[in-house]
């Protein structure tokens, strides 16, 4: 079987496994060519991630079609490629970054995921789960940025269910509490699975879908 049949036979065996749940799977294509982004594209893809805000800008830039996610740390000083191109921002967690993105936002509301910190390692981006609350209300004023879900994390190392768990809890308190708040996106190609049984909406797949389908590899 060549790559290309290859990437969408694991693509659709995903899809298959995400189905009953209605779990949205964003392709992380970070580490992959255009090539491989076009074949997922033809073959029905439409959500990808980039983590680095220039990758981001070019991406969207070769494929307007598609809606492209960030999904990396962000400086403020690279914050006009996320409110320009970005259809989420999934990696939301201090005020000022926030605020540095909005100022590039127009036309539109762009929808962002507060991530938060459920792994405990303080080497981890994210909110304090307990300073969850306080950074939702603060985003309350600035309209160009809808608050619309969590997302989070878990460490390698240590008990992966448990901190989807808490990662659900708190969206089901925000979604209890503010109703728009639904989105959660946990999971990625070592503990997708587990994210699902314990209420994912969206899971991030990069290597899982990708494999060896790397730019060094790629046959045009």
Not at 27 to 46: F, H, M, N, P
Not at 107 to 130: A, C, T, W
Not at 150 to 171: I, K
């Amino acid at each position: 079987m060549n790559q290309r049949k290859a990437l969408v036979q694991r693509w659709r065996k995903v899809c298959d496994a995400l189905s009953p749940s209605h779990t949205s799977l964003l392709a992380v294509s970070k580490y992959t060519s255009d090539d491989a982004v076009q074949i997922l594209a033809d073959a029905g893809q439409a959500d990808f991630a980039e983590s680095k805000p220039q990758s981001l800008r070019d991406r969207a830039t070769t494929f307007p079609l598609l809606r492209w996610h960030f999904i990396g740390h962000l400086q403020k000083n690279k914050a006009k490629y996320v409110g320009r191109y970005a259809a989420m921002w999934h990696s939301l967690c201090d005020m000022d970054t926030a605020l540095a993105v909005a100022k590039h936002v127009q036309n539109r509301v762009l929808p962002v995921l507060i991530q938060v910190n459920i792994s405990g390692e303080s080497q981890k981006q994210g909110v304090q789960p307990e300073g969850v609350a306080g950074l939702y209300e603060a985003l309350q004023s600035v309209p160009s940025l809808e608050v619309i879900g969590l997302m989070g994390m878990a460490s390698r190392d240590g008990d992966v269910q448990a901190a989807f768990a808490r990662l659900r809890a708190l969206r089901d308190d925000m979604q209890q509490k503010h109703g728009k708040v639904r989105e959660l996106c946990m999971g990625m190609s070592g503990d997708w699975k587990i994210a699902v049984q314990e209420g994912a909406t969206m899971v991030r797949l990069g290597s899982t879908l990708f494999a060896e389908y790397k730019p060094e590899n790629v046959k045009t």
